[in-house]
């Protein structure tokens, strides 16, 4: 492969360790009150996010370090601007509580999983993309309300309930879809 070739292949890979680093950007600008400057970084991470499943591809640069990275930067800016905006009391505490719990769950499920089963295969659930998709519009919304001064009425209520719903739903779905696969693997451990 062309070193050309090999650093194009990279890009993506060095936009998510790009939004990795915007983590602590963005959770010291939230703790320190600077909420419209948070807004704009999320912003930029969002962006960042999108750009480098698009050039992975479209530049066929879909490597195995990305698919471990670019979920592990997403978890780690939302639940560490979660924790953040509840922390400086923007956000309720139960729905920054759920959040977490959610993803400790799904990381520990998954890990006890592998240990006890093997063989894990992670696939996104529909309902964990929609919870992703909730969570990205509460902490967009939140940021952009309070740090921008909108006006936007109940905006922030909906969307809690949305993130809330969708992460009890999420979490609720990958408990099945694991669970079930368990019980399979024991039943096929049982019948050898």
Excluded: C
């Excluded at 309300?145 to 109940?154: F, K, R």
């Amino acid at each position: 492969m062309r070193p050309q070739r090999a650093i194009v292949k990279q890009l993506p890979n060095l936009l998510t360790i790009f939004r990795l680093l915007m983590v602590p950007v963005v959770v010291e600008l939230i703790l320190e009150g600077h909420l419209a400057w948070a807004f704009w970084v999320f912003v930029l991470a969002g962006v960042t996010d999108a750009v480098d499943g698009i050039l992975a591809r479209v530049l066929d640069a879909r490597t195995k370090l990305g698919g471990f990275l670019d979920p592990l930067a997403d978890k780690a800016l939302l639940v560490s601007v979660f924790v953040a905006l509840g922390w400086s009391g923007v956000l309720p505490s139960w729905i920054v509580t759920l959040v977490v719990f959610r993803d400790v769950l799904i990381v520990g499920g998954a890990i006890l999983y592998e240990m006890v089963v093997g063989g894990l295969h992670m696939r996104p659930l529909l309902v964990s993309k929609a919870n992703t998709v909730a969570q990205v519009a509460l902490g967009a919304g939140t940021l952009a309300v309070e740090g921008l001064n909108l006006d936007a009425g109940p905006l922030v209520g909906v969307l809690t309930f949305a993130a809330a719903a969708t992460t009890i739903a999420s979490g609720a779905a990958y408990l099945w879809v694991w669970g079930r696969h368990a019980l399979e693997a024991t039943h096929e451990d049982d019948d050898r």
